[in-house]
Nanobody, 124 residues
Framework: QVQLVESGGGLVQAGGSLRLSCAASGRTFRSYGMGWFRQAPGKEREFVAGINWRAGSTYYAASVKGRFTISRDVAKSTVFLQMNSLKPEDTAVYYC?????????????????WGQGTQVTVSS
């Protein structure tokens, strides 16, 4: 059973930084695609960034490109999301997700495995 546990959320001022972590267990993730999604109150869950576990190829939503960086530590089975230059509109619950395919997609329904989420709040 795949388990994903996020950490690293919190309250930060606009312009600040946070680093989210997603510890994955229960599988060998070499052939998995991993994604970070977020959901703000009253809004749909949206894709933030994704990474191909094997090749390390990365993908970003236009709204975060240049500010956020997704990476992975293969030895620790952990995926990170470094968030810089945070804005109030980045406020949301951030979720880690996994799918058993090296193809990373931006569609939440393509990911069967999800973490519990971690709150990120950016004050103005």
């Amino acid at each position: 059973q795949v388990q994903l546990v996020e950490s690293g959320g919190g309250l930060v001022q606009a312009g600040g930084s946070l680093r989210l972590s997603c510890a994955a267990s229960g599988r060998t993730f070499r052939s998995y695609g991993m994604g970070w999604f977020r959901q703000a109150p009253g809004k749909e869950r949206e894709f933030v960034a994704g990474i191909n576990w094997r090749a390390g190829s990365t993908y970003y939503a236009a709204s975060v490109k240049g500010r956020f960086t997704i990476s992975r530590d293969v030895a620790k089975s952990t995926v990170f999301l470094q968030m810089n230059s945070l804005k109030p509109e980045d406020t949301a619950v951030y979720y880690c997700a996994a799918r058993s395919s090296v193809v990373v997609t931006s569609t939440a329904n393509d990911y069967p495995y999800w973490g519990q989420g971690t709150q990120v709040t950016v004050s103005s």
